[in-house]
């Protein structure tokens, strides 16, 4: 498996940031990828941190698709590309209606025909094709004036894989036809067949393309318990924040990830733990969350448990491990991670 963190670059000290990358690199890390969510945008952190580093391949996890046209996206992506020496991947996502609509005052509407023709429009872009584009949601050039269609001036120098952060059955499959990864979260394997896989391998299928043309990058929490004290202590707190995930993320209409652990088997809880959190009982909702799901989601435990995890992760099908290791401290989250990617390294043998 190779290994990836994700950052952000609001979350916190920049320059302390700045350092828990570089020092990743030095520890072996494979992939840093950097967030949007509500905070930071991904490129301009992507470009410094391009020229922090050397080996690291940095990818935008994710650039949320409806803030940017498809051409500025593509812009954006053959500009990182090329300034980090072709260590750049591009990672989109439709994200959810609170923020696109909340935040950014676009229709959420047609996420799945919008990733669709961006793609198509992006590959179109760093192709160096003229671009020329009729769909549902996007004409390119506009119609109805003198434009014709233009080739960037730029031309990208080196391959740009492209990753799809999806969660629902008809965008999952998607990401089997079209995309080179999938950034996925809310992750259980013993469920992921069923909620995930089966609707990847039924898009890959689609396309004529098998299992080993997708890069499976599955991310989560990892912290190490010295016992079971100690893990009882760390899993309480993440009650809340799981809480937070199927009560809070997205609207009264549409949440991604309640819809995701539903279908892992907690379809029950999942939609009382929303009923609560918008009733305004936030304690009450993190009360339900069991300590099942939270280490079914997650890579805490003592050191055997988090081993023995990342052995069922890899072979449930991850290809790549996103770790967001735990600490309070700038050390103690590089000890965690020098520790995740040891057990990484031992499943290898």
Known sequence: MRTA????AS???WPETVDFVTEAEKLGLDICW???AWGSEAPSPLGYLAARTERLLLGSGIIQLATRSPVAIARAAITLSNISGGRFLLGLGPSGPQVIEGLHGVPFARPLARTRETVEIVRQAIAGEKISHIGREFTIPLPGGDARPMRLSMRAEHDIPLYLATLSPKMLHLTGEVADGWLGTSFVPEGAKEAYFDHLDAGLAAAGRTRADLDVCQGAEVNFARDEDELRALVAPRKKELAFSLGGMGTAGANFYND???RQGWAEVAAEVRQRWQAGDHDGAAGLVT???????TLIGTEDMVR????VWQQAGVDTVRFYPAGETLDAR???????LDLVRTLQH
Not at 5 to 8: G, N, S, V
């Open 334 to 340: 590089l000890t965690t991670l020098a520790r995740a």
């Open 34 to 36: 950097v967030a949007e």
């Open 260 to 262: 995701a652990y539903s």
């Open 308 to 311: 023995r995890r990342l052995r």
């Open 291 to 297: 300590d099942e799901m939270v280490l079914g989601t």
């Open 5 to 8: 963190t994700t950052i952000e």
């Open 11 to 13: 979350g916190g000290s």
